[in-house]
């Protein structure tokens, strides 16, 4: 042996302060904990629990953790950990072998995907608290709950074969138990019957291994809703449906064993959208009623309604779809209010709570008329008669269907007869059959009468439009009624007219297109007489055109169209607006009318034509009456013929471009003198009749205007008279004057006067009674008018009063010049112009100085002063009358006696006169006086005269004047004197 010195040292031990758990079984995962546990080495290599080598799974020289091996017994040991060197760390008696867990028993012991196991035994958790797995054959299955006797898990999906049962507990112990478990082969769904459905289908599952392994199924989910289970075998289960959500779903059956097996076929059924019950139609009736279910996916998903209930009582099905089932209800006998349940081919329910009431039988307790024949109408009294419907579709009476069901109630049935071939020889029953279905029946309550019928031939006139009367002939044509309460020709109503007796109606047609069809006479009790296309609708007249197309009354419109007529013969009337026209003529395309008195202004009125067949012929809106005209004012209001009268007012024209006529009190004026819209002025005629009447104006259209008191009034007066004139015949210049009554014509004053249509010069005088005037120049003719205007432009008239003389004329003049004092000899004829002398002659309009001699044919004048020059002659009569002529007399200048030579003398002495003209236009001077004493002519000249003065008696200044042989005068004033005569006292010799 050797010995060495220094070369081991012991080291320091190591120790194990916990062991956690400190007891278990096989599997517990034991965590020891300390300081120095790999001793006086670095690894741990071994670990003892009461002396049994443990499965070392990590450590350090502080933890250890390590998985107990399985122990043959229960035994309390030491926990020793070895290291590398062969150094141990021990903890006496700190590990605890326990009694193993054991299972004793697996419920079942196969199974699959879902099934629920039962694992018994005893300290099946190792000891540990919980159980952190359970595996069957090598598959951990769900746990659902544990205790150390019983664990219950789901098993979850795995491939068939047999295995054992572990349990592995937080403590890492394990209990297992060899080929404890099989996976048998899943189940398999592979048809389901109907694929599809709802609440109440009977479904059929059919597979294999349907049980799962167990003995019974104890549920089924159908889209994750539960089915009710029927019966169930391992490879066929039936279910049926229960209410799901509503909504159209599709999602996996699963079948659940006792076992909690499970197995799933996905989406391997749908849930339909619920099957709804959206009305019943009737909702409610009786026996017979035939009633509609309408409504969506009526048959639950099936293929088929198998049976319908209507408040628990069976119906007969008509026929049916997924939409709408049609059945006929059966009888109850009583009234009753409950379901409307439909059960399909499937089984499927489809349900609306309280959908059908069940009516009381119906009963009919009246019906009047009992008797009657085509178109009577029939009212049917009694109790629920429309058998729980809400009315009557077919009425038979006397086993002939009505024409129509005109009301229904349930108390009430309207309805109109049919026609019968035959009269009934017995009464026969009523029938009332529902829109429901339902019939209710009543015996011995109806007779038909021997029918009606209109003469062929019978209906006058045959054709015709809108208006036309028509009379229609035949018999029993009341149909037992009292009288024609309706009528229709060629389908369209018309007015009935006359309608109380059995042979004979008059009905007016109404408007209707062109055709022929029926005449059908409606009595009042609805019995119906038809002449099959007895009538015919001629094409509706025409209005195209209505001229004018405004006015006012009396305008004369013409109407032009087609079959204006309406099919009649004439026309019967015209209204304008509803206001009757005056007809002037008229036939199918013209018609010819004066408006009549419209009380207001109508804008765009109709204008309708009836003609005598009652046909009328409207145009809508062609004729506007115009606002009337109105007469405001009469100026003046009263005058005589002739009178200017002003009519004030509007509207005058009456609606037309002109007056063509104005009468005062009846009578037409002598002429329109001026016209507008608001002002006419007329000439007043002649009329015999005195007094006042309306003012009426006619326009060209022939409308008219028509005045009323007291504005649109005129008074005739008493027309002015002319009862003598003088003279009674005259010429230019005659003066006239004019006696009478009302010469001024009602007016203020005399304005004009004529004389056999001549106006006079000038009017002088003028009054009431008499007015003087001045005749102007005319033609000659014998008694005719004189004629007053006033200033009104009234006249009065003298007939045959006044003659016109031929006018006197001059036809010569001699000289036919001269001067002052020359003496003019006028011939020609009829100088006094009609009167018996000359009152004046004019000369250039300078009265002559001296009429020398007059007679009808001859005047002899001296002419007076005047200017030399050109001058006419005018004779003026003691009547005033005037002749006068172009003739012009020539006024030469006038001579003048410039020098008396010598100025001054007596008798004897020569004196020279010297001047220019000293003939005056004459040939030679005749005479010259001295003052008043003649001289003697002794030689004469043109410029020179040489007289010898004779004696006066008298002495002084006096004039010398020279007087020619044309009778000129020349005067010298004051040219000599006349001295004191020579006087011889004596003779020397």
């Given at each position: 042996?050797?010995?060495?010195?220094?070369?081991?040292?012991?080291?320091?031990?190591?120790?194990?302060?916990?062991?956690?758990?400190?007891?278990?079984?096989?599997?517990?995962?034991?965590?020891?904990?300390?300081?120095?546990?790999a001793s006086d080495g670095s690894t741990i290599v071994a670990v003892l629990l009461a002396n049994i080598p443990a499965?070392?799974?990590?450590?350090?020289?502080?933890?250890?953790?390590?998985?107990?091996?399985?122990?043959?017994?229960?035994?309390?040991?030491?926990?020793?950990?070895?290291?590398?060197?062969?150094?141990?760390?021990?903890?006496?008696?700190?590990?605890?072998?326990?009694?193993?867990?054991?299972?004793?028993?697996?419920?079942?012991?196969?199974?699959?995907?879902?099934?629920?196991?039962?694992?018994?035994?005893?300290?099946?958790?190792?000891?540990?608290?919980?159980?952190?797995?359970?595996?069957?054959?090598?598959?951990?299955?769900?746990?659902?709950?544990?205790?150390?006797?019983?664990?219950?898990?789901?098993?979850?999906?795995?491939?068939?074969?047999?295995?054992?049962?572990?349990?592995?507990?937080?403590?890492?112990?394990?209990?297992?138990?060899?080929?404890?478990?099989?996976?048998?082969?899943?189940?398999?769904?592979?048809?389901?019957?109907?694929?599809?459905?709802?609440?109440g289908t009977v479904v059929e599952i059919v597979g294999v291994g349907l049980l799962a392994g167990g003995s019974r199924?104890?549920?089924?989910?159908?889209?994750?809703?539960?089915?009710?289970?029927?019966?169930?075998?391992?490879?066929?289960?039936?279910?049926?449906?229960?209410?799901?959500?509503?909504?159209?779903?599709?999602?996996?059956?699963?079948?659940?064993?006792?076992?909690?097996?499970?197995?799933?076929?996905?989406?391997?059924?749908?849930?339909?959208?619920?099957?709804?019950?959206?009305?019943?139609?009737?909702?409610?009736?009786?026996?017979?009623?035939?009633?509609?279910?309408?409504?969506?996916?009526?048959?639950?998903?099936?293929?088929?309604?198998?049976?319908?209930?209507?408040?628990?009582?069976?119906?007969?099905?008509?026929?049916?779809?997924?939409?709408?089932?049609?059945?006929?209800?059966?009888?109850?006998?009583?009234?009753?209010?409950?379901?409307?349940?439909?059960?399909?081919?499937?089984?499927?329910?489809?349900?609306?709570?309280?959908?059908?009431?069940?009516?009381?039988?119906?009963?009919?307790?009246?019906?009047?008329?009992?008797?009657?024949?085509?178109?009577?109408?029939?009212?049917?009294?009694?109790?629920?008669?429309?058998?729980?419907?809400?009315?009557?579709?077919?009425?038979?009476?006397?086993?002939?269907?009505?024409?129509?069901?005109?009301?229904?109630?349930?108390?009430?049935?309207?309805?109109?007869?049919?026609?019968?071939?035959?009269?009934?020889?017995?009464?026969?029953?009523?029938?009332?059959?529902?829109?429901?279905?339902?019939?209710?029946?009543?015996?011995?309550?109806?007779?038909?009468?021997?029918?009606?019928?209109?003469?062929?031939?019978?209906?006058?006139?045959?054709?015709?439009?809108?208006?036309?009367?028509?009379?229609?002939?035949?018999?029993?044509?009341?149909?037992?009624?009292?009288?024609?309460?309706?009528?229709?020709?060629?389908?369209?109503?018309?007015?009935?007219?006359?309608?109380?007796?059995?042979?004979?109606?008059?009905?007016?047609?109404?408007?209707?297109?062109?055709?022929?069809?029926?005449?059908?006479?409606?009595?009042?009790?609805?019995?119906?007489?038809?002449?099959?296309?007895?009538?015919?609708?001629?094409?509706?007249?025409?209005?195209?055109?209505?001229?004018?197309?405004?006015?006012?009354?009396?305008?004369?419109?013409?109407?032009?169209?087609?079959?204006?007529?309406?099919?009649?013969?004439?026309?019967?009337?015209?209204?304008?607006?509803?206001?009757?026209?005056?007809?002037?003529?008229?036939?199918?395309?013209?018609?010819?009318?004066?408006?009549?008195?419209?009380?207001?202004?109508?804008?765009?009125?109709?204008?309708?034509?009836?003609?005598?067949?009652?046909?009328?012929?409207?145009?809508?809106?062609?004729?506007?009456?115009?606002?009337?005209?109105?007469?405001?004012?009469?100026?003046?209001?009263?005058?005589?013929?002739?009178?200017?009268?002003?009519?004030?007012?509007?509207?005058?024209?009456?609606?037309?471009?002109?007056?063509?006529?104005?009468?005062?009190?009846?009578?037409?004026?002598?002429?329109?003198?001026?016209?507008?819209?608001?002002?006419?002025?007329?000439?007043?005629?002649?009329?015999?009749?005195?007094?006042?009447?309306?003012?009426?104006?006619?326009?060209?259209?022939?409308?008219?205007?028509?005045?009323?008191?007291?504005?649109?009034?005129?008074?005739?007066?008493?027309?002015?008279?002319?009862?003598?004139?003088?003279?009674?015949?005259?010429?230019?210049?005659?003066?006239?004057?004019?006696?009478?009554?009302?010469?001024?014509?009602?007016?203020?004053?005399?304005?004009?006067?004529?004389?056999?249509?001549?106006?006079?010069?000038?009017?002088?005088?003028?009054?009431?009674?008499?007015?003087?005037v001045v005749v102007a120049r005319g033609a000659s003719a014998a008694s005719r008018d004189v004629v007053l205007t006033?200033?009104?432009?009234?006249?009065?008239?003298?007939?045959?009063?006044?003659?016109?003389?031929?006018?006197?004329?001059?036809?010569?003049?001699?000289?036919?010049?001269?001067?002052?004092?020359?003496?003019?000899?006028?011939?020609?004829?009829?100088?006094?112009?009609?009167?018996?002398?000359?009152?004046?002659?004019?000369?250039?309009?300078?009265?002559?100085?001296?009429?020398?001699?007059?007679?009808?044919?001859?005047?002899?004048?001296?002419?007076?002063?005047?200017?030399?020059?050109?001058?006419?002659?005018?004779?003026?009569?003691?009547?005033?009358?005037?002749?006068?002529?172009?003739?012009?007399?020539?006024?030469?200048?006038?001579?003048?006696?410039?020098?008396?030579?010598?100025?001054?003398?007596?008798?004897?002495?020569?004196?020279?006169?010297?001047?220019?003209?000293?003939?005056?236009?004459?040939?030679?001077?005749?005479?010259?006086?001295?003052?008043?004493?003649?001289?003697?002519?002794?030689?004469?000249?043109?410029?020179?005269?040489?007289?010898?003065?004779?004696?006066?008696?008298?002495?002084?200044?006096?004039?010398?004047?020279?007087?020619?042989?044309?009778?000129?005068?020349?005067?010298?004033?004051?040219?000599?004197?006349?001295?004191?005569?020579?006087?011889?006292?004596?003779?020397?010799?």
């Amino acid at each position: 042996m050797s010995t060495g010195s220094s070369v081991w040292t012991f080291g320091q031990r190591g120790t194990i302060t916990s062991v956690t758990p400190n007891l278990g079984q096989f599997g517990t995962v034991v965590d020891i904990a300390g300081t120095l546990l790999a001793s006086d080495g670095s690894t741990i290599v071994a670990v003892l629990l009461a002396n049994i080598p443990a499965v070392l799974y990590n450590y350090s020289n502080t933890r250890v953790v390590a998985v107990a091996s399985r122990s043959s017994s229960a035994v309390q040991g030491d926990v020793v950990l070895v290291s590398e060197t062969g150094g141990r760390t021990t903890l006496t008696n700190g590990w605890n072998y326990q009694t193993e867990g054991q299972v004793i028993g697996v419920i079942p012991s196969s199974g699959m995907f879902g099934t629920t196991v039962i694992i018994y035994g005893s300290n099946l958790r190792g000891y540990g608290s919980r159980l952190l797995q359970v595996s069957l054959v090598g598959k951990p299955a769900t746990i659902l709950d544990d205790t150390d006797t019983l664990v219950r898990v789901v098993a979850n999906e795995q491939t068939p074969g047999t295995g054992d049962v572990v349990l592995t507990a937080d403590s890492g112990a394990v209990v297992r138990r060899h080929n404890a478990w099989q996976y048998i082969t899943a189940g398999n769904v592979t048809t389901v019957t109907p694929s599809q459905g709802q609440a109440g289908t009977v479904v059929e599952i059919v597979g294999v291994g349907l049980l799962a392994g167990g003995s019974r199924v104890v549920s089924v989910t159908l889209a994750g809703i539960p089915a009710t289970i029927i019966n169930f075998t391992n490879t066929v289960i039936r279910v049926v449906v229960n209410r799901g959500s509503g909504v159209q779903t599709t999602g996996a059956i699963v079948i659940m064993a006792e076992t909690n097996a499970m197995i799933t076929a996905p989406n391997a059924w749908t849930y339909l959208s619920e099957g709804q019950i959206r009305s019943v139609t009737p909702s409610q009736g009786q026996n017979g009623a035939v009633v509609t279910i309408a409504g969506a996916n009526l048959y639950g998903g099936g293929n088929s309604i198998r049976q319908v209930t209507l408040a628990g009582v069976d119906a007969t099905i008509v026929t049916q779809s997924n939409t709408s089932i049609v059945v006929v209800a059966n009888s109850l006998g009583f009234a009753r209010l409950g379901d409307v349940v439909l059960l399909s081919d499937t089984g499927a329910l489809v349900s609306l709570r309280d959908g059908f009431q069940y009516a009381a039988p119906g009963a009919i307790g009246s019906v009047s008329p009992q008797a009657g024949q085509v178109g009577t109408v029939v009212s049917i009294s009694g109790s629920s008669l429309l058998g729980g419907g809400s009315g009557i579709v077919r009425a038979v009476l006397d086993g002939v269907s009505t024409q129509a069901i005109l009301f229904s109630n349930n108390s009430l049935v309207v309805v109109a007869a049919n026609a019968s071939s035959a009269a009934s020889s017995s009464a026969g029953s009523v029938t009332l059959y529902s829109e429901a279905g339902a019939f209710v029946t009543g015996s011995g309550l109806w007779s038909h009468l021997a029918a009606s019928s209109i003469t062929v031939g019978g209906v006058s006139p045959a054709s015709g439009q809108f208006g036309t009367l028509v009379t229609i002939n035949g018999t029993r044509l009341l149909g037992g009624g009292t009288r024609i309460a309706n009528a229709s020709l060629v389908g369209v109503s018309a007015v009935v007219v006359q309608g109380t007796s059995n042979t004979s109606a008059v009905v007016q047609a109404q408007a209707g297109s062109a055709g022929t069809g029926h005449v059908i006479l409606t009595a009042d009790t609805g019995a119906r007489t038809t002449l099959e296309n007895g009538w015919e609708y001629v094409a509706v007249g025409q209005v195209a055109t209505v001229q004018p197309s405004n006015g006012q009354y009396a305008t004369v419109v013409t109407i032009r169209g087609s079959g204006l007529l309406g099919g009649g013969a004439s026309v019967a009337s015209v209204t304008l607006g509803g206001v009757a026209a005056t007809l002037v003529s008229g036939n199918a395309t013209d018609i010819v009318v004066t408006a009549g008195n419209s009380s207001t202004a109508q804008a765009n009125v109709d204008v309708v034509v009836t003609a005598n067949t009652g046909a009328v012929v409207r145009s809508v809106g062609t004729w506007s009456y115009l606002a009337e005209g109105q007469i405001s004012g009469v100026t003046p209001s009263s005058g005589q013929v002739g009178t200017l009268v002003t009519i004030s007012g509007q509207r005058l024209l009456g609606g037309g471009t002109s007056v063509v006529l104005v009468t005062l009190n009846g009578v037409g004026v002598a002429r329109i003198a001026s016209q507008s819209n608001t002002q006419v002025v007329v000439e007043v005629n002649s009329s015999s009749v005195v007094g006042a009447g309306s003012v009426v104006l006619y326009s060209n259209t022939g409308a008219q205007v028509i005045g009323t008191a007291p504005s649109g009034v005129f008074t005739y007066m008493a027309s002015g008279v002319v009862s003598g004139i003088s003279p009674t015949s005259g010429q230019i210049g005659t003066r006239v004057t004019i006696s009478g009554t009302s010469l001024r014509g009602w007016g203020t004053r005399v304005a004009q006067v004529t004389l056999n249509g001549q106006a006079v010069q000038n009017i002088t005088v003028e009054t009431d009674t008499s007015v003087e005037v001045v005749v102007a120049r005319g033609a000659s003719a014998a008694s005719r008018d004189v004629v007053l205007t006033s200033d009104s432009g009234a006249r009065v008239t003298g007939t045959g009063l006044w003659t016109y003389l031929a006018e006197g004329s001059i036809s010569q003049v001699l000289p036919i010049s001269g001067q002052t004092g020359t003496v003019l000899t006028i011939r020609g004829t009829d100088l006094f112009g009609g009167s018996s002398a000359l009152s004046s002659v004019l000369i250039g309009g300078v009265t002559v100085s001296q009429i020398l001699n007059q007679t009808n044919t001859e005047v002899v004048v001296r002419l007076a002063s005047h200017p030399a020059g050109l001058a006419t002659l005018s004779l003026i009569s003691l009547s005033g009358s005037i002749v006068s002529n172009n003739t012009l007399f020539t006024v030469i200048s006038a001579g003048t006696l410039d020098l008396v030579s010598p100025s001054q003398g007596q008798l004897g002495v020569f004196v020279n006169l010297y001047g220019v003209n000293l003939f005056g236009g004459g040939s030679n001077v005749t005479r010259v006086l001295f003052g008043s004493v003649p001289a003697t002519l002794v030689s004469q000249t043109n410029a020179t005269v040489r007289v010898r003065a004779g004696e006066s008696t008298t002495l002084g200044v006096v004039d010398v004047t020279l007087i020619s042989d044309t009778g000129a005068v020349i005067v010298r004033p004051s040219g000599f004197v006349y001295d004191i005569a020579s006087n011889i006292t004596s003779v020397c010799v």
